[in-house]
């Protein structure tokens, strides 16, 4: 059997390379705290995840809240008034934090027509608190259509569109570039919308906005095609002021008064003018 070499050892003093440093007398305990590394870190170092994290999350969630300046809730709104739909998509939210934003969406719901402006404030609380949520957004999007915050509603409803991949905010959207004065904009957010994915009250909201956009590029022929529709006689439905009104401007503008006067007595229950009767 042939013998290995032995190792070569590195522990004898003569094999150790000279050291540069000079000795010193100072001890480690003797050490400063700036030389100590990491030291100019203050606090605690922040938890890499699990529970410890979840709690800073929720930490973070409340700071940022109590920073802000919410609209007040009346106390009768509770957030059970939420469709479960809408409600479910708040299941990712803290739960206490989940509570107070679906009612603030009560609440956009509550004063959307009686006062645009507290709906819209509520419309922004809710964002503040749940910007991630594209219900939230689309929410506060509309509240702000209503309010006439044009380029606020422009964002939080791209925002939702951007989320969600949903279309339910596109009608609304495509009112929002009315308002900033893209009208083509508006006919091409229209025309690529499939109305069997909207409810009927998404459609009646693009007919109106389609149509108006129709009236600013001068079609207003054009525009009152947009509007006559089965929904034109519902008379009752929430968004039968609205649809009616739209279509009543729209023979106006086309120079069919007559036309106009008398839709205006038939579904309005006004009585005719003067000039209508002569």
């Given at each position: 059997?042939?013998?290995?070499?032995?190792?070569?050892?590195?522990?004898?003093?003569?094999?150790?390379?000279?050291s540069s440093r000079k000795?010193?007398?100072?001890?480690?305990?003797?050490?400063?705290?700036?030389?100590?590394?990491?030291?100019?870190?203050?606090?605690?170092?922040?938890?890499?995840?699990?529970?410890?994290?979840?709690?800073?999350?929720?930490?973070?969630?409340?700071?940022?809240?109590?920073?802000?300046?919410?609209?007040?809730?009346?106390?009768?709104?509770?957030?059970?008034?939420?469709?479960?739909?809408?409600?479910?998509?708040?299941?990712?939210?803290?739960?206490?934090?989940?509570e107070v934003v679906a009612?603030?969406?009560?609440?956009?719901?509550?004063?959307?027509?009686?006062?645009?402006?507290?709906?819209?404030?509520?419309?922004?609380?809710?964002?503040?608190?749940?910007?991630?949520?594209?219900?939230?957004?689309?929410?506060?999007?509309?509240?702000?259509?209503?309010?006439?915050?044009?380029?606020?509603?422009?964002?939080?409803?791209?925002?939702?569109?951007?989320?969600?991949?949903?279309?339910?905010?596109?009608?609304?959207?495509?009112?929002?570039?009315?308002?900033?004065?893209?009208?083509?904009?508006?006919?091409?957010?229209a025309g690529s919308i499939?109305?069997?994915?909207?409810?009927?009250?998404?459609?009646?909201?693009?007919?109106?906005?389609?149509?108006?956009?129709?009236?600013?590029?001068?079609?207003?022929?054009?525009?009152?095609?947009?509007?006559?529709?089965?929904?034109?006689?519902?008379?009752?439905?929430?968004?039968?002021?609205?649809?009616?009104?739209?279509?009543?401007?729209?023979?106006?503008?086309?120079?069919?008064?007559?036309?106009?006067?008398?839709?205006?007595?038939?579904?309005?229950?006004?009585?005719?003018?003067?000039?209508?009767?002569?």
């Amino acid at each position: 059997m042939v013998e290995r070499p032995a190792r070569p050892s590195y522990n004898k003093s003569s094999d150790r390379r000279p050291s540069s440093r000079k000795p010193t007398d100072r001890k480690p305990s003797d050490r400063k705290p700036s030389d100590r590394r990491g030291s100019d870190r203050s606090g605690p170092r922040p938890a890499r995840g699990g529970v410890g994290r979840e709690r800073n999350d929720l930490r973070d969630e409340n700071r940022r809240v109590r920073k802000f300046a919410e609209p007040d809730i009346p106390i009768e709104v509770t957030g059970k008034e939420l469709e479960k739909r809408d409600a479910f998509a708040l299941g990712t939210l803290a739960a206490e934090n989940g509570e107070v934003v679906a009612k603030h969406l009560v609440c956009i719901n509550l004063f959307l027509e009686s006062d645009a402006e507290r709906a819209f404030w509520h419309g922004q609380a809710a964002v503040f608190r749940a910007g991630r949520v594209a219900i939230v957004r689309e929410r506060a999007g509309i509240a702000a259509l209503n309010f006439k915050k044009y380029e606020i509603a422009q964002k939080e409803l791209r925002a939702a569109i951007r989320i969600s991949g949903s279309q339910s905010a596109l009608p609304y959207l495509a009112q929002a570039e009315l308002a900033l004065g893209n009208p083509r904009k508006t006919l091409e957010i229209a025309g690529s919308i499939d109305p069997k994915l909207l409810t009927q009250g998404e459609r009646v909201e693009l007919r109106i906005a389609a149509a108006g956009a129709r009236s600013a590029l001068g079609q207003s022929d054009a525009a009152v095609v947009t509007l006559t529709c089965p929904e034109l006689t519902l008379s009752d439905a929430s968004f039968a002021a609205k649809l009616q009104g739209a279509y009543i401007q729209a023979l106006i503008a086309a120079g069919r008064l007559k036309e106009a006067e008398e839709f205006r007595v038939k579904y309005q229950k006004i009585e005719p003018s003067e000039e209508s009767k002569g």
